[in-house]
């Protein structure tokens, strides 16, 4: 690790962890949806890279428990690693239940995807597209939760006891995985003997030089602003640089919870104010006119921070050859999106 944190202001404000990162809080269209390789092409991707390239930043950052996004669908589109059953837990991909793992895409945590088992000797193996000097793995704790190890071919890298009194998302120490290559996967092993406990991994963070800073994106497919929970709105929050990109799902999807959506759009107005956060909020809630509540509701936030409104829906919208669907952009509508978020912010784009 370097003796010299490389610390921009716009990531200066540290998480619980001591992370210096910029957070994106969003749905598919900021986790990647419709960018075939979510590490590169995506809006999230291009704009890492801007930022990294700006301030000699080496770091990935979070990555979703969600690792593949349409798997068997119109396009398959790919996070930085992929997340799989090992052959001694059955050999099977995931994106189903089975008697060894399940995905719950509901956490009432920030990354909202967990994968969660309550049979010892399950394993889950992760395979990386890219090498990373370090690896932090993101777990709930609680009274019902049990043990797990994180090993690879050379044997156990860390053990981990999730049991607690109280209920809370943590994180492991840095894990160096330096020098192993992509071929190379590592395991995470349900190694808890309590029938009665289960363990919830809820993501996985990479780093080259943890001492400099990162960019989280916390986004998940499927994510409706109305039903987050006050402490994870507040834990988007705390950091001095917070990428905004929910609604979508809301009005398509829960067009009558405004009283909740208000309510939520309160809280993050209090706790970007609070942290001083520099906010700037997306409007890709495409096809629905400039007086749909959601769409004010996301102005009314920027309004009342101080933020700055990105609104993709001018050069965007009624343009068929930068959807995949009604609501995805191809990899080039992701391009745009990352052009127009990065001039909002002053930084250079950088592919």
């Known amino acids: 690790m370097s003796d010299v944190r490389n610390i921009p202001h716009l990531a200066a404000l540290a998480d619980d962890y001591g992370i210096h990162s910029i957070n994106i809080f969003g749905d598919s269209i900021s986790h990647g949806a419709g960018a075939p390789i979510i590490y590169e092409e995506s809006y999230a991707a291009i704009v890492r890279n801007s930022i990294n390239h700006l301030y000699s930043g080496v770091n990935y950052g979070y990555a979703s428990m969600m690792s593949t996004l349409w798997p068997g669908g119109k396009l398959r589109c790919s996070e930085i690693h992929e997340i799989q059953l090992s052959q001694e837990a059955g050999g099977y991909s995931l994106g189903h239940d089975d008697k060894h793992w399940s995905r719950d895409v509901h956490g009432k945590h920030i990354g909202g995807c967990a994968m969660y088992s309550d049979v010892a000797g399950a394993n889950l193996m992760v395979h990386l597209a890219k090498e990373f000097n370090y690896m932090c793995v993101y777990y709930l704790s609680g009274s019902d939760k049990g043990t797990f190890d994180i090993y690879d071919d050379n044997g156990i890298m860390l053990s981990v006891d999730a049991f607690s009194s109280l209920p809370a998302e943590k994180r492991t120490a840095f894990i160096d995985i330096s020098g192993r290559g992509v071929a190379s996967p590592f395991f995470i092993k349900n190694t808890t003997a309590d029938s009665g406990k289960n363990i919830y991994i809820t993501g996985i963070a990479y780093y080259n030089d943890p001492e400099s800073f990162t960019l989280n994106n916390y986004s998940l497919g499927g994510r409706c602003f109305h039903y987050q929970e006050p402490y994870v709105l507040k834990e988007a929050c705390q950091t001095s640089t917070l990428i905004f990109g929910l609604g979508y799902n809301d009005a398509t999807f829960a067009p009558n919870q405004t009283e909740l ?54 050069d965007m919208n009624g343009k068929k050859d930068l959807f995949v669907d009604d609501a995805h952009p191809t990899a080039a509508g992701h391009r745009m999106i990352a052009e127009q978020l990065l001039k909002a912010m002053n930084i250079p784009v950088f592919m």
Not at 269 to 297: G, Q
């Open 261 to 314: 959506f208000a309510q939520k759009a309160d809280i993050v107005i209090n706790e970007v104010n609070k942290n001083h956060t520099s906010l700037y909020v997306l409007d890709y809630v495409w096809n629905y006119p400039e007086d749909n509540f959601f769409k004010k509701e996301l102005r009314r936030i920027v309004s009342q921070t101080n933020g700055k409104l990105v609104d993709m829906t001018v």
